[in-house]
């Protein structure tokens, strides 16, 4: 009989445990101000992009999300440090509101509280200042020249914390079928596109399995 009832203590907690873990990754009704007690250094954070080429972004990645970057707390106010024009600091609720529907995901590394250290998240901050100021690559080049989005939070995480989140690509391997795409292509490169050119989509890194997801709106 303590056996029977071991056995039930230890299936009613094993759930309990499980629906606050489901909970605490799934917070669809807190607020802003909520969130942004919950928000760490180094949160990626996923929006739409109403920029003129995120429809081509979405359609060649087959992905609804566009544009990407990362957050800081900074001053104790919450930015997103992100590759735009030029790379800066913006502040959360106007990056939120620049987004279609204002909707957003925010994703963290996985077992982050043992991978980010405090010195690991400083690198990071310190790292990223080489990129301040940087103008944006609309031609998705590999270099520190110019620098886009994703390309950003990809090259932080693997130097800060030898990470690498999501799959790097070939410009050939998105999908480049569709005319939206197509007409892009054309008014960047000409008949000269750079197919082989090394590429990391904000796609790729939103379905990476190093990351979990912590708030989505």
Same mark, same amino acid.
């Given at each position: 009989?303590?056996k029977?009832?071991?056995l039930?203590?230890?299936?009613?907690?094993?759930?309990?445990?499980?629906?606050?873990?489901?909970?605490?990754?799934?917070?669809?009704?807190?607020?802003?101000?909520?969130?942004?007690?919950?928000?760490?250094?180094?949160?990626?954070?996923?929006?739409?992009?109403? &920029?003129?080429?995120?429809?081509?972004?979405?359609?060649?990645?087959? &992905?609804?999300?566009?544009?990407?970057?990362?957050?800081?707390? @900074?001053?104790?106010?919450?930015?997103?440090?992100?590759?735009?024009?030029?790379?800066?600091?913006?502040?959360?609720?106007?990056?939120? @509101?620049?987004?279609?529907?204002?909707?957003?995901?925010? #994703?963290?590394? #996985?077992? &982050?509280?043992?991978?980010?250290?405090?010195?690991?998240?400083?690198?990071?901050?310190?790292?990223?200042?080489?990129?301040l100021?940087?103008?944006?690559?609309?031609?998705f080049?590999?270099?520190?020249?110019?620098?886009?989005?994703?390309?950003?939070?990809?090259?932080?995480?693997?130097?800060?914390?030898?990470?690498?989140?999501? #799959?790097?690509?070939?410009?050939?391997?998105?999908?480049?079928?569709?005319?939206v795409?197509?007409?892009?292509?054309?008014?960047?490169?000409?008949?000269?596109?750079?197919?082989?050119?090394?590429?990391?989509?904000?796609?790729?890194?939103?379905?990476?399995?190093?990351?979990?997801?912590?708030?989505?709106?």
């Amino acid at each position: 009989m303590k056996k029977y009832y071991l056995l039930k203590r230890i299936v009613f907690f094993s759930i309990l445990i499980i629906g606050l873990a489901q909970t605490s990754c799934n917070k669809k009704n807190i607020t802003i101000n909520e969130l942004m007690l919950e928000l760490q250094d180094g949160d990626i954070i996923f929006q739409t992009s109403l &920029s003129a080429q995120s429809k081509a972004i979405q359609l060649a990645t087959h &992905s609804k999300y566009s544009h990407m970057g990362m957050i800081y707390k @900074k001053d104790q106010a919450i930015y997103v440090f992100e590759a735009v024009q030029p790379v800066k600091l913006t502040p959360l609720e106007v990056w939120i @509101k620049r987004g279609k529907n204002e909707h957003f995901v925010v #994703k963290r590394l #996985k077992e &982050s509280d043992k991978v980010l250290s405090p010195e690991v998240k400083l690198k990071i901050k310190e790292l990223g200042k080489q990129f301040l100021g940087k103008d944006y690559d609309i031609y998705f080049e590999w270099t520190n020249n110019r620098i886009y989005c994703s390309e950003l939070v990809w090259k932080i995480y693997k130097q800060a914390a030898n990470i690498e989140i999501g #799959k790097l690509e070939t410009l050939e391997d998105f999908d480049l079928s569709n005319e939206v795409v197509k007409k892009i292509l054309v008014e960047r490169y000409g008949d000269k596109i750079p197919n082989n050119e090394i590429v990391i989509s904000p796609e790729s890194m939103f379905n990476s399995e190093k990351l979990i997801t912590i708030f989505e709106n």
